[in-house]
């Protein structure tokens, strides 16, 4: 035990918990760990591995029905094959499983499976499940398992045991090991208790590795440890163990490095065995222990309960030799996971940095044969000043052996010192390229790191602080194509776009293979909206990288807005195949083919997806967008003609969408298209009660009745019918401003007049601008435009003289004058009757000169009457009434188009004040 772990228990009040020694080294901690194994531990390992062999033989033995002598008697073999039976749907009892990645009728086939085998189904991953059945890594629930520390197994073992009709050995069949994959201490000798003659039987067979039949018994006796624990269950204790001393390390205020974090927290579990064990070796007490630690691994806890059972247990000497042997177990089992983890770390790395180098275009080669080029361009130059007729020897005893093949056609020419000089000259101008070329492919790691910032300030908008970077690489590598090219890039959204298509040039130039040049390139394109430009640089890019999901859905994006239909559906299609987990990638493929006028094939790929999906799919947070992927597959099934097929996929798929309006009108939709009328007016009048206002329903609804008509007109019978129903929807929704509105459109003479007279005299009250907006399709029916003449004139009389309307006894606001003489001016300028209309608009400005409407309408009806000029005046009056107004800023600039006078000055109406 090393100083600090010594001074540190010397340290500890015994009543405190003692914190796990994460600032030890990890020197300090091996010493610790490996400072005090037993010599007779290994064969304490041994015989336990012995005795686990043979219990698992009895377990085949017990599963299979029994030994051969059993199935000589007749009597006997129908009571194994009877337990066998029972042993079989017990198998995997205990096992809360999840399956993933599985589609039917797999599915349901590994499902039926476990059940029969005493497994227990979970649709999805929580606390109680104990095993994660994957079909490939890297699933969402696979992630979801792995950082929860679940066990993940392939289906193979889930077919192997149901074949073999026994407990097949899990390891081979891990795909991430973690907790444990079975409920409490259910043991996987099945079948055992049942059967006693078997269990006579093992004891027998194993009575034959010891002295005699009582010295068996005696050992057995004596050591309950190793009847109760196996190796394998004791390896699960130590994963267990290991994943709750890194959660309560990250719990800490004073935590180790992330990258130590898993080997102190193995240390310290084998540092607490080994107090435990020096605990035993001096008969203090395990218990002694478990009050310095907080943490307690749970073979220590074991150790603490067989102690506590005194004489009838162990003897303090078989309990030390017992720690040990675990303690062994433990060790082996975390060096193991230990193991497995760096190695998943470096695969990982490397994963990432061969990413890396693809996605930058660069190789490790690159550097290596600029490096030999460099030397070629000193060797060319040195052999003109010095007169070297030959290079070949020169170079070859320079060059390393491993690299001479890289350069041997460089070297084999031959020069003169009589050469000329110009082509010595083109000589060295080329390998001078070649160096450039060579040496633009990569970045030192000081300027790689400028480089990703030059593109982070890009994405966030900082132009500044990406153009300082730019500089900086190009300070020490001027013809760097990446950094000129993204430089460029910044440039453009500066609004310095000359200089920014000379940098992105150069750029490609000098780095003609980097995907990200041609990228830029095409990017500059498409932000002059030079589209089939850009499509061109993308291209270039994408045989260069042709996996670059950045650059596909560019291109893909292009070749919507150029209606390249075809190659849209091509490009959609790789990114599919590139990223199959991603939904926007089935959906974008299915899109793509539905505008190629493909729906059908835009069915089956949703259905596809679909397919992979599982049964309680999808979560909580992605309800909304499964939702309206299922209204889409629908309406296309609708827009392909399969009627039938949609309504009933809408109603299989009803509790997965969420959108019940959407559902609603969707439903709705293919009820009037299959002629299902009747059910069709039930539901209009369902959404009817969710919206009065919509005037669509009200539209389905007399479709629904067969009271529609297209160009609006209907006989009296008709009238009398469509009369009676907005008569009873009118006292349904009696706030419905629809439901007053529609009726006017279809009834005639008296009761025409006191319908409108119902509707109109509210809004005039409220102030409602847009009446006579709303009423001006009237005027197109015969008649009707008398009867609201008639109808205003009399509002404006009674409320002139009693200050109330007709037939009413409340008093009307003062504003209710105004806006009727508002009405009377559009009504008098739709008619085209200019003088009236003027009168009347003046006499409602005089009445109340501050709103902004009248002196609108009143250049309208200037410009009706082809005083052009005076409505630009008005117009601009009313502009400089309100200056925020986008609206009134746009009908002063007509007006004063109308009336040729126009100046620059009026730019800046639709303009912000930092825009310039």
Known sequence: MSESSAKLRKGANKNQKRNLPSWMSSSEHRSKSHGKKSTDADNDDEKEKTEETKQAKGHDKAVGGGSPSNKTEHSKKSAASSSSTANFSKLLEGVVFVLSGFVNPERSMLRSQAIEMGAAYQADWNSDCTLLVCAFPNT???????????????????????????????????????????????????????????????????????????????????????ERFSPSELKRWAADDLNKTILWLESQEEKPEESEIKQIAAEGILICMQDAIDSIEQKQGVQHIMEQWQCIPRVVQELAKLEGKGSAALSNGDLCSQAKAWKQIYEEELQRLDSDSVSKKQKQKTNESESERSNNGRSTATRSDAAGLLFVYISLKKAYDTGVTSLQLIVHSRVAADKRHHFTALTSLSLSHNTKPSPFNQTLSLFQSFISLAMGASLPPKEANLFKLIVKSYETKQYKKGLKAADAILKKFPDHGETLSMKGLTLNCMDRKSEAYELV????????????????????????????????????????????IEILRDLSLLQAQMRDLAGFVETRQQLLTLKPNHRMNWIGFAVAHHLNSNGSKAVEILEAYEGTLEDDYPPDNERCEHGEMLLYKISLLEECGSLKRALEELHKKELKIVDKLAYKEQEVSLLVKLGLLEEAA????????????????????????????????????????????????????????????????????????????NYIRPLLTKGVPSLFSDLSPLYGQPGKA???????????????????????????????????????????????????????????????????????????ILKHAGDLAAAAALADEARCMDLADRYVNSECVKRMLQADQVCSNFIFFYQRRNFL
Request: charged content about 30%; glycine content about 6%.
């Open 682 to 757: 039930k539901l209009y009048r369902v959404l009817l009660s969710m919206n009065p206002d919509n005037y669509k329903y009200y539209e389905g609804l007399q479709k629904c009745v067969g009271l529609y008509s297209e160009n609006g007109n209907y006989s009296s019978d008709e009238i009398d019918q469509l009369d009676s129903l907005y008569e009873s929807l009118g006292q349904q929704y009696t706030w419905s401003s629809a439901v007053k509105r529609i009726p006017l459109d279809f009834l005639q003479g008296h009761k025409f007049r006191e319908a409108a007279f």
């Open 505 to 548: 040039r150069v750029g490609v130039k000098n780095d003609i293979k980097s995907h990200v040049c041609w990228h830029v390139y095409g990017l500059l394109y498409r932000s002059d909206r030079e589209y089939r430009e850009a499509i061109k640089c993308y291209r270039n890019a994408l045989r260069i990288d042709p996996d670059n």
């Open 140 to 226: 969402p629930k696979f992630r979801q398992v792995e950082a929860d520390c679940g066990t993940i197994i392939s289906k193979e073992w889930i077919i192997e045991c149901y074949n073999q009709k026994k407990l097949v050995d899990i390891e081979k069949f891990l795909m991430h090991t973690g907790k444990p994959w079975r409920k409490g201490n259910i043991s996987h000798k099945t079948g055992e208790e049942e059967n006693p003659s078997k269990k006579s039987q093992k004891v027998e067979k194993g009575s034959k590795l010891m002295p005699t039949t009582s010295s068996s018994s005696k050992n057995k006796t004596s050591n309950p440890g190793k």
């Open 786 to 860: 008398d009867i609201l003449e008639h109808l205003i004139l009399e509002l404006e009389h009674s409320i002139r003289t009693t200050g109330r309307c007709p037939g009413r006894e409340e008093k009307e606001p003062p504003s209710t004058l105004m806006w009727t003489l508002f009405f009377l001016a559009q009504h008098y300028d739709r008619r085209g009757q200019y003088d009236v209309a003027l009168s009347k608009i003046d006499e409602a400005i005089e009445h109340t000169p501050t709103v902004i409407d009248l002196y609108s309408v009143k250049s309208r």
